[in-house]
């Protein structure tokens, strides 16, 4: 008789998309952070921010949002893909957050540095736009083939419309911010970089959580790996030859 766990597990094939759907999650989260935090502002304000002071608890909901997104963002997304939450994946989210994060933070150093050496008055006067197109094409790069995915099911057999048309919402909402940003300019027109810094953490955390559930070698994948079959005597005694007369 075979054995196996009453869970699913997350396999290497459900690994890119969950990356995928914790990247948006976190992304989403931080963006309903950012513009609470802007809109009870504006409001205590009267509509002239410019001369207003916020106080310290509308400074913790920004301060909060970005670790928010940052653990939020993979837990949503496992949740969403019907998986087991238990206390190993939270600690597989975390080191894989806090990883994620240092990588980030080199790799946008180095991308910073390289892209001032381009050279041109853009990079000086407006902003390192060279940095947000390569930032932007790998994002439109890592979340083709997932929302391509999501529209083919809705568009055919709905085998997951919960997953995939939570996808597609958090795409539309996050394009349509980042443009409502660039068009007003200042300081939201970098809202989309600033989504990247909790979005990619998130994305490793859930390949860390896919990682250490299902990944070779760890404790879950043996616990979660099928019970080898019993042996009957009759195959024991075949085994070792002619049972005894």
Known sequence: MTGTLDRPLVTGRERYPLAADAFLGAALIFLVAVVAQEGIAYL??????????PPVWLEAIGALGMPLAVVGGPLLAWRVHGRHLGWRELVAAVVGAMLGGAVFGVAFLLLFFLTRLVPGPAARDEGPWA?????ALGVVAFLCRPVIVAVRDLAGPRAHPRRHGLRLVVVVLGLAAVVAGVMVGGETAELGMFMLLPAVPAAVAATAMDWWRAGPGS?????????????????RWRGRGAPPR
Request: proline residues 16%; positive net charge; glycine residues 6%.
């Open 219 to 235: 404790p879950l994948s043996r616990r979660g790996s099928p019970a080898p079959p019993r042996r009957t005597a009759a195959a």
């Open 131 to 135: 940095m947000v197109i390569v930032a």
């Open 44 to 53: 205590l304000a009267a509509g002239e921010p410019a001369t207003w002071t």
